[in-house]
């Protein structure tokens, strides 16, 4: 997951890293993984908390760079440390218009690279939250399920959220 090690929303420069996160893929229930995500990230934010820019620099260095070797050579191990790119790609807030006409949507749009099998990017615009799914065809000759999947799981958050508003309701 690419994540921004910016501290200041003044400074204009990228400040970024990737952090390898546990998905919680080995958990059933949603709520569970989705805590499992939340915690892996939350303890690799930290750790780079505490460490100074050339530390972070280094620390990246020696943990992603023979993978960056590996693409740029071409020398690629039979199977790499992981094949999934997770970014949020934060949009703008405020409606976009280009001549006059008003941006209904922003879809993102990504790559994979040699030995990627798939990279999802979420993107928001206004209040909508828009999902991107970029694969390799023979990683996934059926992405379509994927998307299936997606769909879903999403469904079943919302069913998460709406169960818990009503036992909030009714509480009060």
């Known amino acids: 997951v690419p994540a921004s090690l910016r501290t200041d929303d003044s400074d204009v420069s990228n400040r970024i890293t990737m952090i390898l996160a546990n998905l919680g893929t ?32 280094n620390y990246s260095a020696v943990v ?35 001549n006059g006409a008003k941006l209904d949507a922003l879809y993102p749009a990504s790559i994979v690279m040699d030995g990627q099998a798939l990279n999802i990017t979420m993107t928001s615009y206004l209040d909508k939250l828009e999902v991107g799914l970029t694969a390799c065809r023979n990683a996934l000759p059926k992405m379509q399920n994927l998307l299936t999947h997606l ?19 009714s509480a009060s």
């Open 26 to 57: 080995h958990k059933d229930q949603p709520l569970e993984r989705l805590e499992i995500i939340r915690r892996s990230m939350q303890n690799s934010k930290q750790r780079f908390s505490r460490m100074t820019a050339n530390e972070i620099l």
């Open 151 to 169: 769909e879903d799981e999403i469904q079943r958050f919302e069913e998460i959220i709406e169960e818990k508003q009503l036992k909030h309701h």
């Open 64 to 98: 992603y760079g023979p993978a960056g070797l590996n693409i740029m050579s071409g020398m690629l191990p039979k199977r790499q440390a992981f094949n999934l790119v997770i970014s949020n790609v934060p949009g703008p807030r405020e409606p976009l218009y280009w």
